[in-house]
């Protein structure tokens, strides 16, 4: 079966770090995503894995360790507007050509 | 253009009516995806399109749901008698074969 888990809550304080799992169990895999979802928008792109080790943008990285399949998302220097789901999201197909199988999403939100 | 657009934003059915909805997907895509999302709960997949053909149809309900992708047209997706259950927000994303990721639209709610 597929099964895709991340924590359905977190809180955290503006100007902090704060690091998002995810776990995955797929028959196959071809690549992590990371989305970022305001409520009533369409999910953002944030990050692609698909070799394991960390990938860095700006305040955002995200972390790809195949053998255990896991993954996470990490935030820092933390705004206001960072508060939304993150989604974590694996591919199994090649290249584009796949769907996606999402995890429940995680609902972060920001504090002052 | 550089968005997926999708049409209308909102659509209000009472039990039983036909829905219809519409997606251009970013031009040059050809890889089209209609994914269901009901409250805040994860994606559900449900079809998939390479240029007009159908790619992967695994999550598509076996009854009262179709989806077409014409050539010129904007992809559809049409349910049929709808249910109570058929609420939702319903996303399309598109992609192109070997790079770029996938890019969503953003979403048209269905109340029925």
């Known amino acids: 079966g597929q099964n895709i888990d991340q924590p359905t809550e977190m809180t955290a304080t503006e100007g902090a770090i704060v690091q998002i799992n995810c776990t995955y169990q797929t028959s196959g895999f071809n690549g992590l995503f990371w989305y970022q979802q305001h409520a009533g928008e369409a999910p953002t792109f944030l990050s692609y894995n698909v070799l394991d080790g960390l990938e860095e943008k700006g305040r955002f990285s995200s972390f790809l360790s195949r053998s255990k399949g896991y993954s996470y998302l990490l935030l820092k220097e933390l705004q206001m507007k960072d508060s939304a789901s993150y989604l974590c999201?694996?591919?199994?197909?090649?290249?584009?050509?796949?769907?996606?199988?999402f995890g429940q999403g995680t609902t972060l939100q920001v504090k002052p | 253009g550089e968005e997926v657009a999708q049409t209308p934003k909102h659509l209000v059915r009472g039990e039983g009516q036909k829905a219809k909805l519409y997606c251009a997907p970013i031009?040059?895509?050809?890889?089209v995806f209609w994914y269901q999302q009901v409250l805040k709960n994860e994606f559900k997949f449900l079809i998939s399109f390479q240029n007009e053909n159908v790619f992967d149809e695994t999550g598509m309900p076996k009854e009262r749901f179709s989806a077409k992708c014409l050539p010129n047209s904007p992809c559809s997706l049409e349910i049929q008698a709808t249910k109570l259950e058929d609420s939702a927000v319903y996303f399309c994303?598109?992609?192109?074969?070997?790079?770029?990721?996938?890019?969503f639209g953003s979403g048209t709610r269905l109340t029925v």
């Open positions: 994303a598109s992609s192109p074969r070997d790079s770029g990721g996938y890019t």
């Open positions: 999201a694996v591919t199994t197909g090649s290249g584009n050509t796949g769907k996606l199988i």
């Open positions: 031009k040059g895509h050809s890889y």
